[in-house]
């Protein structure tokens, strides 16, 4: 049943964006549209309280557990830039909007863009961590928690592997393209 649960809050979020673009762009409804912008992180909530429900009711701690929370970290990190990420491309085709710029392809920028992205990822796995670990605490019970455990060590590993690329550019920076 969780599982579901984390599918649908993933929905529900691309949901509400989408709902609150259209609602500003189209229908030229700005507040209703910044209401419902706004009303992303109550689908974490709402997320949060049905994991913890779950396993406070004797649940065995699963994947979906762990997904939850790597969602609601990877959410709150990530969230704003990819809700502005859509606003932009929203406004560019439905509002005339300015057209959208996207990220830098080369050079110092590019460096920069990727370890500011590898930051964002630390952030999303520092929050995940705090909620798997608030888990592991609640449900004090080893074998009904490995797959927590797991799921903190195979996202380290994610982490290591992201820095070491995203930081690679910073002493090996892409060079530009020639122009044919």
């Not at 609602?23 to 909530?45: A, H, Q």
């Amino acid at each position: 049943m969780i599982t579901a649960f984390i599918i649908g809050c993933e929905i529900g979020f691309w949901v509400f964006v989408l709902a609150g673009l259209m609602c500003r762009y189209i229908f030229r409804l700005k507040k209703l549209g910044k209401v419902l912008l706004y009303s992303t992180p109550l689908i974490d909530l709402a997320l949060v309280i049905a994991t913890v429900y779950d396993l406070r009711g004797g649940a065995e701690a699963t994947f979906a557990h762990s997904l939850a929370a790597v969602y609601i970290g990877v959410s709150i990190a990530f969230g704003h830039r990819m809700i502005s990420w859509a606003d932009e491309r929203f406004a560019h085709r439905f509002a005339n909007g300015p057209e959208p710029v996207g990220k830098p392809k080369s050079g110092k920028a590019h460096a920069r863009y990727e370890r500011n992205g590898w930051l964002r990822h630390l952030l999303a796995f520092v929050i995940g961590a705090v909620i798997l670990y608030g888990m592991i605490w609640m449900v004090d019970n080893e074998a009904r928690t490995e797959t927590l455990h797991e799921t903190l060590r195979l996202w380290l590993l994610v982490l290591g592997i992201d820095f070491a690329i995203s930081f690679s550019y910073t002493f090996w920076p892409r060079k530009e393209k020639a122009a044919s």
